[in-house]
């Protein structure tokens, strides 16, 4: 499984942006994907996850209510709609898959920077 994400940039405080993810490969394996994020110093957090089978979504408590993760399914490709941003958004944002057994995340791409300017 590949993944390449897109949309990163730097942006003001209150502005929104979204990041994609295209997935490509043996994509059938994939059970569920999430967005994670590492801020300079940090060490990389949760941001939302995705569960194909039915679209359950989960997000962090830094994001619920900002950030929105879909999914089209035509396109193999994730999405995460980021809204009023804030500085502590600024990091690498890594979209990620997990294919069972287990919940680990297996395959990850190359991040794509956020950076959200005051």
């Known amino acids: 499984v590949r993944l390449v994400e897109s949309g990163g940039g730097s942006v003001q405080v209150g502005d929104s942006l979204r990041l994609s993810c295209a997935a490509s490969?043996?994509?059938?394996?994939?059970?569920?994907m999430g967005w994670f994020r590492q801020a300079p110093g940090k060490e990389r957090e949760f941001v939302a996850s995705?569960?194909?089978?039915?679209?359950?979504?989960q997000y962090a408590d830094s994001v619920k209510g900002r950030f929105t993760i879909s999914r089209d399914n035509a396109k193999n490709t994730m999405y995460l709609e980021m809204t009023s941003l804030k500085p502590e958004d600024t990091a690498v944002y890594f979209c990620?898959?997990?294919?069972?057994?287990?919940?680990?995340?297996?395959?990850w791409g190359q991040g794509t920077q956020v950076t959200v300017s005051s």
């Open positions: 990620a898959a997990n294919s069972p057994p287990g919940f680990r995340y297996d395959y």
């Open positions: 490969g043996r994509t059938f394996v994939i059970y569920r």
């Open positions: 995705f569960r194909w089978s039915d679209g359950i979504t």
